[in-house]
């Protein structure tokens, strides 16, 4: 597709389930970014992928979250034992690399909405 | 560690106005700036960036910023609002060409006719 794409765009769960948010970036793009964004908040850091390896991830709250990258593409954010304040909006990004003139370009899909009842 | 803090969770302004969109940051080397929009029921979109170059930097739709070290300021402008421009803005820093931006709260901007 155009842009980044983000599946589901809305989760609702309950309590201590497991979750798995996909996100498809741009073709081409190296880097690839995990945000999340609450009510009233700007976006958060959780984690960024240089290929398949996670180059940075000092954003991620605790070891219930982890994301994976196999192939360089596609990522999956996962969340294990869901709590009510994980609910939020999860932003995925991507850009051309993580260096250089493209240093801060990112390119955001809609996000996935996690409600956690 | 780098912040933003952005003055302002919501400006509404009339259409042809001038908008003023605050920003200022903390870091303790040069940074990184950036103004991202996000326009209703879209992904957060680049407007401009600001990397050590020309200090007033010019965006898409209109917009500008000013980098201002002796304010650690880089606060948005647009000479003429217009309808359209109707969506929330974040500032955002990243130091040393390190891809972890760290955002502001948001300033919803709304315009009136």
């Known amino acids: 597709g155009a842009g980044v794409s983000q599946t589901p765009s809305n989760k609702v769960t309950e309590k201590g389930k497991y979750v798995e948010l996909r996100c498809d970036p741009i073709s081409g793009h190296t880097a690839l970014y995990w945000y999340r964004q609450s009510l009233g908040q700007g976006p958060e850091f959780l984690i960024y992928f240089q290929g398949t390896g996670a180059a940075d991830d000092s954003g991620l709250p605790n070891d219930r979250f982890f994301a994976v990258r196999p192939e360089g593409s596609v990522s999956t954010l996962k969340i294990q034992r869901t709590e009510r304040g994980d609910s939020a909006v999860y932003l995925c990004?991507?850009?051309?690399?993580?260096?250089?003139?493209?240093?801060?370009?990112?390119?955001f899909g809609e996000g996935s909405r996690l409600t956690v009842l | 560690a780098q912040s933003v803090t952005q003055l302002g969770s919501h400006v509404s302004v009339s259409e042809g106005a001038l908008v003023l969109l605050r920003c200022n940051y903390s870091s303790s080397v040069p940074p990184y700036l950036f103004w991202y929009v996000q326009y209703p029921n879209q992904g957060l979109q680049l407007l401009l960036k600001y990397t050590s170059a020309a200090t007033l930097v010019k965006g898409i739709n209109g917009f500008e910023a000013e980098f201002k070290k002796s304010e650690t300021s880089f606060h948005l402008t647009k000479p003429s609002a217009h309808m359209s421009d109707a969506a929330e803005y974040f500032c955002a820093v990243s130091v040393g060409g390190a891809q972890k931006l760290v955002f502001g709260q948001g300033t919803r901007l709304t315009i009136n006719p």
């Open positions: 990004a991507s850009s051309l690399s993580s260096t250089g003139a493209n240093t801060g370009e990112l390119f």
